[in-house]
């Protein structure tokens, strides 16, 4: 099982919808994959057709209560992805976790408990670094960082980055940067031309070489409860997220290969 924390603090700028989309694709190449949504807001809940009538045990239960991630996971409509929803209750779990022993390790210990269930586990973080992102990221063992195409892209990058380094330093030596995946470019754009030049400059081969394009097809896919690649897998979003899951295979390790 291999487990990646899809994170960044800053909300917009692709993460729900990046890990919705390498999901699918995973899944859709034969791995057994987990979607773990732990945004109180639950877009990847909604993005993948769960209403929140049908949202019973969820990432809440899994940090506070300590049900398991078997129990509270529930299939989606794509074969092989499954999803822990999250519900609004999450919203919560930050403050409550405060007072929990093992607040930071809550994720971790459901993670070691669900063994091999699945190949590939991918967590939809908050737009914080709170304790959320962080029980992501003492659990994963990589994380994959959307970037936005725009001017401030790499302001608040050294905040994660600090971070990353903290939990490294504290709690899980092996945490490493699978990869930063540029999303929203806009090829008419030479601002994010500019922009997407400028991170590969400072940040160098951990950036995808793909590059997500901005793509309506892919922003209106959620409210069908679908991801992209289901909705309209010919659009360029969609063909994107696919040579994304394949990068994002290619640099697995190895011992950790999954069929
Ligand atoms: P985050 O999870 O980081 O807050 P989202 O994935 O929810 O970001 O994206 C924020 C908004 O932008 C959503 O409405 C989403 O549908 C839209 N969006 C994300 N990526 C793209 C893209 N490449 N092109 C167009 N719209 C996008
Ligand atoms: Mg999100």
């Given at each position: 099982?291999?487990?990646?924390?899809?994170?960044n603090?800053?909300?917009?700028?692709?993460?729900?919808?990046?890990?919705?989309?390498?999901?699918t694709?995973?899944?859709a190449s034969?791995?057994r994959?987990?979607?773990?949504d732990l945004?109180?807001?639950g877009?990847?809940s909604?993005?993948?057709?769960?209403a929140?009538?049908?949202r019973g045990r969820?990432?809440y239960?899994?940090?506070?209560?300590?049900d398991?991630?078997?129990?509270?996971?529930?299939?989606t409509?794509?074969p092989?992805l499954?999803?822990?929803?999250?519900?609004v209750d999450?919203?919560?779990?930050?403050?409550?976790?405060?007072?929990?022993?093992?607040?930071?390790?809550?994720?971790?210990?459901?993670?070691?408990l669900?063994?091999?269930?699945?190949?590939?586990?991918?967590i939809d973080?908050?737009?914080?670094?709170?304790l959320?992102?962080?029980n992501a990221m003492v659990a994963?063992d990589?994380?994959?960082?959307?970037?936005?195409?725009?001017?401030f892209a790499l302001?608040?990058?050294?905040?994660?980055?600090?971070?990353?380094e903290?939990?490294?330093?504290r709690?899980?030596?092996?945490?490493?940067?699978?990869?930063?995946?540029?999303t929203?470019?806009?090829?008419?754009?030479?601002?994010?031309?500019?922009?997407?030049?400028?991170?590969?400059a400072?940040?160098?081969?951990v950036v995808?070489?793909?590059?997500?394009?901005?793509n309506?097809?892919?922003?209106?896919?959620?409210?069908?409860?679908?991801p992209?690649?289901?909705?309209?897998?010919?659009?360029?979003?969609?063909?994107a997220?696919?040579?994304?899951a394949?990068?994002?295979?290619?640099?697995?390790?190895?011992?950790?290969?999954?069929?």
């Amino acid at each position: 099982m291999f487990c990646i924390a899809v994170a960044n603090q800053k909300g917009g700028v692709g993460k729900t919808t990046s890990a919705i989309n390498v999901a699918t694709a995973l899944a859709a190449s034969g791995h057994r994959v987990l979607l773990i949504d732990l945004d109180p807001q639950g877009n990847a809940s909604t993005g993948l057709g769960i209403a929140q009538a049908q949202r019973g045990r969820s990432s809440y239960d899994v940090l506070i209560e300590r049900d398991g991630l078997v129990p509270a996971a529930v299939p989606t409509s794509i074969p092989k992805l499954d999803i822990v929803p999250a519900t609004v209750d999450l919203s919560g779990a930050e403050i409550e976790l405060v007072e929990l022993d093992q607040r930071t390790h809550r994720l971790y210990r459901a993670m070691e408990l669900a063994e091999d269930r699945w190949d590939i586990v991918l967590i939809d973080c908050p737009p914080s670094l709170g304790l959320l992102t962080i029980n992501a990221m003492v659990a994963a063992d990589a994380l994959l960082v959307p970037l936005q195409c725009e001017f401030f892209a790499l302001e608040g990058l050294s905040q994660l980055l600090n971070t990353v380094e903290r939990i490294r330093a504290r709690f899980n030596p092996s945490l490493s940067i699978l990869g930063v995946a540029l999303t929203m470019y806009d090829r008419r754009n030479r601002l994010t031309d500019q922009v997407s030049n400028d991170v590969r400059a400072v940040l160098g081969k951990v950036v995808f070489d793909t590059v997500i394009p901005r793509n309506v097809r892919l922003s209106e896919a959620p409210s069908h409860g679908l991801p992209a690649l289901i909705y309209d897998h010919r659009c360029s979003g969609s063909e994107a997220y696919m040579a994304l899951a394949r990068e994002v295979l290619q640099r697995l390790p190895r011992e950790k290969e999954v069929a």
